[in-house]
Nanobody, 118 residues
Framework: VQLQASGGGLVQAGGSLRLSCAAS????????MGWYRQAPGEQRELAAI???????TYADFVKGRFAISRDNAKNTVYLQMNSPKPEDTGIYYC?????????????WGQGTLVTVSS
């Protein structure tokens, strides 16, 4: 599975930005998809994930501001970033896991940089 993320860039605080991540290759049995954030000098942390059934989980720091969604037909996951704050600046990595023969495989995208200016 290959992941191609797009949509990062510079955004003003209070604006909006939409990240996309498309999975390609052997996309059979894709399960959870999501986004992780790595702020400068920090560890990578979960921002939001969504299961194949549409159940979502958000980190406290994005609740009420960001929305994750997916298009299963396109094997694509989105992160709508509304009212971003400067502290949301970082590299956003898309993530997907896949279950094959009762084993879970994790895949990561290359990361897309989001810079939020004050």
């Amino acid at each position: 599975v290959q992941l191609q993320a797009s949509g990062g860039g510079l955004v003003q605080a209070g604006g909006s930005l939409r990240l996309s991540c498309a999975a390609s290759g052997s996309t059979f049995s894709l399960s959870t998809m999501g986004w992780y954030r790595q702020a400068p000098g920090e560890q990578r942390e979960l921002a939001a994930i969504i299961t194949s059934g549409g159940r979502t989980t958000y980190a406290d720091f994005v609740k009420g501001r960001f929305a994750i969604s997916r298009d299963n037909a396109k094997n694509t996951v989105y992160l709508q970033m509304n009212s971003p704050k400067p502290e949301d600046t970082g590299i956003y990595y898309c993530y997907v896991n896949q279950w094959l023969r009762y084993e879970k495989y994790d895949y990561w995208g290359q990361g897309t940089l989001v810079t939020v200016s004050s």
